[in-house]
């Protein structure tokens, strides 16, 4: 069993920049893969970046490639999301997702292959 505990959103104006965390219970958090997704209003969920449980290979939406990173430490159970050069239509709330299945960008993507999930922190940009 893993919990996931996100924070870092707010409001924020087009350009700036924020730092989301998600914080993971329980002792294996190393053989997770990471996945952060988000859901605009009236939206389906979208896949934003995910990254292996070894750290070594990350993976981005296209919308976001360029402007945000993820990284994991995975002394602190942590992993993030670096998001600079915000726009208004990264408004959503943002999950962080954990998965022990195959790395690929093809799983971490979706949204259905992922096992455990965190309740979401918001992200509003305003312009």
């Known amino acids: 069993q893993v919990q996931l505990v996100e924070s870092g959103g707010g409001l924020v104006q087009a350009g700036g920049s924020l730092r989301l965390s998600c914080a993971a219970s329980?002792?294996?958090?190393?053989?997770?893969?990471m996945g952060w997704f988000r859901q605009a209003p009236g939206k389906e969920r979208e896949f934003v970046s995910a990254?292996?449980?070894?750290?070594?290979?990350?993976y981005y939406a296209n919308s976001v490639k360029g402007r945000f990173t993820i990284s994991r430490d995975n002394a602190k159970n942590t992993v993030y999301l670096q998001m600079n050069s915000l726009k208004p239509e990264d408004t959503a709330v943002y999950c962080c997702?954990?998965?022990?299945?195959?790395?690929?960008?093809?799983?971490?993507?979706?949204?259905?292959?992922?096992?455990?999930w965190g309740r979401g922190t918001q992200v509003t940009v305003s312009s």
């Open positions: 997702a954990a998965t022990q299945k195959s790395g690929t960008l093809i799983t971490l993507a979706t949204p259905a292959a992922m096992d455990y």
């Open positions: 990254i292996t449980w070894t750290g070594t290979t990350t």
């Open positions: 329980g002792r294996t958090f190393s053989s997770y893969s």
